[in-house]
């Protein structure tokens, strides 16, 4: 793909270079897991414990926990969208009601909650904003395990934060590109024209994971 | 369609996951990413991350106050709609279409309400937004899709068949990315009809004078 070429055209530009090496070698990816702030990853296992206790239990006090943090940033992307602050408020209110109806589908080995809701308020946007219907791929044979694997759980969350740094650590110019692409500012076409944008860059962390998921499931 | 999946040669592109992730690609655009992502795990997986990169970008976005009785109010949504399980249909794996696509034609290939419009081609356009347009094209083995350049972005998923136009050969499974750059001829393998799922958000632009004057009739 694409990619393999973005990372290797970026290879000599200052801030891509160390990701290059990292991704070549899995000697280099472990130490470096180790160093992840622990107090990161460990905010994203436990929004994983949160979703499962809406799901197992209902738990209103894990949802109030979950909603404090994400219903201000997912109406924060749909207003950034173009979304009116009454619209996106209400479409907000529906995506976090969603979070509680389809707790059960969540699986924590192929997503943190952070990109599951993203999703949700994703296709709310499409159907709100722009009345389309979103024509979904369809569904692997297999769905969420009742137990999900602790160590693909974690290497996953890992990942997603991984993902996120690279991202905050971006040059602001780059990282504005990626932002309009997500709010709508910029169409496929601009997105193909535009040559500072860090596409190999930024994914080539949360790839290795969901690569090591593929083949582990054959 | 299993069988199928490693001989996947032409990808999406970058810019297309990317869009499709956001949310900001014309309806026709996404039932063919949808459908190409139904037959391809790489394109999966790259889908995977720029949902994930979505995920990040909206957790970075200044938090804005929700409503004081917002999360009463969510409440209230919740007790009012109680889950309905919407059982999720089982791929069909001996179709020809996968899923989305499926949606779309009411049915799988032998569903197809095909049209002439000439040359031996049939197609059948599919209702989506107005923003892009997206068809299904039967190309009987060996025929010529008249030679044509495009205004816009044109996707074109192979789903049955090949075609080889003058910068590759497609097989099931394939999807060629084509822009204003790119002027061709696509022409049906020998062997099977070659049936197709193609997108544009622009007319395309026929080189001759015959097909100029087809086009006014098949609507393209």
Request: proline share 7%.
């Amino acid at each position: 793909m694409l990619t393999d070429t973005n990372v290797l055209t970026k290879a000599d530009a200052p801030f891509a270079a160390p990701y290059y090496s990292a991704a070549k070698s899995k000697v280099v990816r472990k130490p470096r897991a180790q160093n992840l702030s622990a107090d990161v990853t460990t905010k994203r296992i436990a929004w994983v414990a949160q979703v499962s206790a809406v799901r197992d239990g209902q738990d209103k006090a894990a949802f109030a926990e979950l909603f404090a943090y994400f219903a201000p940033r997912v109406k924060s992307f749909l207003m950034k969208s173009g979304a009116s602050p009454d619209l996106a408020e209400e479409c907000t209110q529906e995506v976090m009601a969603t979070l509680w109806n389809k707790a059960h589908m969540f699986d924590p080995t192929k997503a943190s909650v952070s990109t599951w809701i993203f999703t949700i308020a994703r296709n709310r946007k499409i159907d709100l904003l722009r009345k389309q219907r979103r024509p979904e791929p369809e569904e692997l044979p297999w769905g969420p395990e009742p137990e999900p694997d602790q160590v693909e759980t974690m290497g996953l969350q890992q990942e997603t934060e991984k993902l996120g740094q690279a991202l905050a650590a971006l040059p602001a110019a780059q990282r504005t590109l990626i932002e309009r692409a997500y709010y709508g500012e910029l169409t496929h076409s601009e997105i193909a024209a535009e040559t500072g944008l860090p596409l190999g860059t930024i994914k080539s962390r949360i790839r290795l994971a969901l690569d090591r998921l593929r083949h582990a499931m054959k | 369609m299993m069988s199928e999946m490693k001989k996947i040669k032409h990808h999406l592109t970058e810019p297309l996951l990317m869009g499709y992730a956001a949310g900001t690609l014309p309806e026709a655009f996404n039932l063919v990413v949808a459908t190409h992502i139904s037959m391809c795990d790489s394109c999966r997986a790259a889908l995977a991350e720029y949902d994930a990169v979505g995920g990040e970008v909206m957790l970075d976005a200044d938090p804005v106050s929700m409503a004081e009785d917002a999360l009463a109010a969510t409440m209230a949504l919740i007790d009012k709609a109680p889950v309905i399980d919407v059982p999720i249909p089982a791929p069909a794996r001996n179709g020809v279409f996968p899923a989305p696509l499926r949606d779309y034609v009411s049915g799988d290939l032998d569903a197809v309400k095909w049209r002439k419009v000439g040359g031996g081609v049939s197609q059948m356009v599919l209702p989506t937004s107005d923003d892009a347009s997206v068809r299904l094209l039967r190309i009987p083995a060996g025929t010529a899709v008249p030679d044509h350049g495009h205004r816009g972005t044109e996707l074109t998923l192979v789903l049955q068949g090949a075609f080889v136009d003058e910068t590759d050969r497609f097989a099931t499974g394939d999807v060629e990315v084509a822009n204003e750059d790119l002027n061709h001829t696509p022409v049906a393998e020998i062997g099977a009809d070659c049936i197709c799922l193609a997108a544009t958000d622009a007319p395309l632009r026929f080189n001759g004078l015959i097909p100029r004057i087809a086009q006014k009739f098949i609507d393209i």
